[in-house]
């Protein structure tokens, strides 16, 4: 069993950045693939950003590329979402998840743990 909490959210104007946490417990953090998603009020909830627990390797959204950063500390089992250049558009409550299976990294179906999100609000 994996359980996340995620933290780091808030308030920032436009063009600003935020770096958000998920910390996890249990002993085998660095087992499972780690996801970023999001969820707009009225949208349904979007992939982000997932590194992979091998040779952690990257994906991320065509809407985030190049101003979004993900990154895993397996020895402090967390892991981290940089986010720079922010748009009113990233407006969003965020959530990390922990999946056991290295395929689909995108897919949120394929995610067997969730935190429970936070909020980051983008002003213009």
């Known amino acids: 069993q994996v359980q996340l909490v995620e933290s780091g959210g808030g308030l920032v104007q436009a063009g600003g950045s935020l770096r958000l946490s998920c910390a996890a417990s249990?002993?085998?953090?660095?087992?499972?693939?780690i996801g970023w998603f999001r969820q707009a009020p009225g949208k349904e909830r979007e992939f982000v950003a997932a590194i992979s627990w091998s040779f952690e390797i990257t994906y991320y959204a065509d809407s985030v590329k190049g101003r979004f950063t993900i990154s895993r500390d397996n020895a402090k089992n967390t892991a981290f979402l940089q986010m720079n250049s922010l748009k009113p558009e990233d407006t969003a409550v965020y959530y990390c998840a922990a999946s056991a299976s290295a395929t689909w990294p995108r897919t949120a179906a394929r995610y067997d743990y969730w935190g429970q999100g936070t909020q980051v609000t983008v002003s213009s």
């Open positions: 249990g002993r085998t953090f660095s087992s499972y693939t």
